[in-house]
């Protein structure tokens, strides 16, 4: 079996709102896609994604650098496939690039696309081809909580997203101008939860040190279960620092792009929780690396998610070391077999592949040409 032909979109996905969290104004999801046919005829799909500009930036390394690459390629080759590409001559002679940020955007869908294909050609979804360990898998909810939402609005959609909508896991973003804001909006979300509903805050990188450790400690009084992203995530000693000194457990992951830097913050004892995402390290193999290495240091993986629960959800499910994924309700229309939660769990998927594949709709009402 051998690679036959490359084919790349961008497709541009509007959201129905503008959200807000500390860092960026979201209005739409740039979403890179490959899709890798073999000589047989099977598919493999891979997918990245953005909320700010520049997302069509992975679809064009591919196009113009890794594609030929890949022609003639066994895909059962997965690891050797993925070694060439970080070390073709483009851009392999620069670690910070090849190892970091859009390199590892556009591997990260080229194994994905390599892993669909082996999931087709066994006739099983990933969570099977791995080893399933969980039956289900929780979710939690971040589309209640963005800093774009009053106040008003942040407790009327955490009460409709618990006692309504059966979630017992949502997530508010913090880093407002004035951190006070922050405080009162956690407060009145723990007042009208009550206290056995899991509650995680995110401040995306927002703060220093200073900040994060003087609200971290008042955040304490609502017993968060995490506090994800906050401060610089190359900031590994400022983590541990932070760690050693508030309750509230520490995550990190959604800006961290290699196995290296998550072996650091373990043994640097500078987080409790990684939140690694296939879409941010090279894909689905580096994935299980970084969780099976979490896995034999006792650290739990906790995917950030937002779209590609479909995926991350198969991961978790093969984790023994990972028990919930994060759900935005965006790009359902784009999945060609979504998962929504019921009553706060998400079922596994039975469609064989990777849960990585695009509706043939979707590109045709979302690509954009020439990106």
């Known amino acids: 079996m051998q690679i036959r032909s490359v084919q790349t979109y961008f497709l541009k996905i509007p959201l129905d709102r503008t959200i807000r969290d500390s860092l960026f104004e979201v209005s739409y999801i740039g979403l890179p896609v490959v899709k890798l046919t073999t000589d ?3 598919e493999g799909w891979g997918f990245n994604w953005n909320t700010a500009g520049g997302a069509e930036f992975p679809k064009e390394m591919i196009d113009r650098y890794m594609a030929k690459t890949l022609i003639g390629k066994d895909p059962m080759g997965r690891k050797r496939i993925v070694h060439e590409l970080f070390f073709i001559e483009t851009f392999g002679w620069d670690f910070r690039l090849g190892r970091n940020g859009l390199a590892v955007m556009a591997v990260s869908m080229i194994d994905m ?8 050609r066994a006739n099983l979804p990933l969570w099977k081809v791995l080893g399933g360990y969980h039956d289900r898998v929780e979710a939690y909810n971040t589309h209640g909580g963005w ?14 997203l618990v006692f309504e909508e059966g979630y017992s896991a949502i997530k508010l973003k913090v880093g407002s101008p004035n951190p006070l804001d922050d405080y009162e909006r956690l407060k009145a979300v723990r007042a009208a939860v009550g206290n056995s509903v899991k509650v995680m805050i995110d401040a995306n990188t927002k703060w220093d040190l200073e900040t994060a450790l003087r609200w971290g400690r008042r955040f304490d009084d609502f017993n968060p279960f995490w506090f994800e992203e906050p401060i610089n995530p190359l900031d590994i000693s400022g983590h541990a620092t932070l760690r050693s000194k508030i309750s509230t457990p520490i995550a990190i992951g959604e800006s961290i792009h290699n196995k290296f830097t998550f072996r650091d913050y373990v043994f640097q004892k500078a987080a409790d929780i990684l939140q690694v995402d296939a879409t941010k390290v090279a894909g689905i193999t580096e994935w299980l690396e970084i969780a099976n290495f979490a896995a ?25 070391n990972a028990s919930v994924v994060e759900h935005v309700p965006w790009l359902l229309d784009v999945w060609k077999e979504p998962l929504e939660p019921k009553k706060g769990f998400f079922e596994l998927p039975k469609q064989t592949g990777a849960g990585t594949e695009i509706r043939q709709e979707a590109i045709e009402k979302y690509e954009v040409k020439n990106a």
């Open 40 to 42: 047989d005829g099977l």
């Open 113 to 120: 696309a390599l892993w669909d294909i082996l999931c087709k």
């Open 147 to 160: 800093l774009s939402w009053t106040i008003e609005e942040l407790v009327s959609n955490s009460k409709s």
């Open 296 to 320: 034999a240091s006792n650290v739990n993986v906790y995917p950030h998610t937002n779209i590609q629960q479909p995926l991350h959800v198969q991961l978790v499910a093969s984790s023994t």
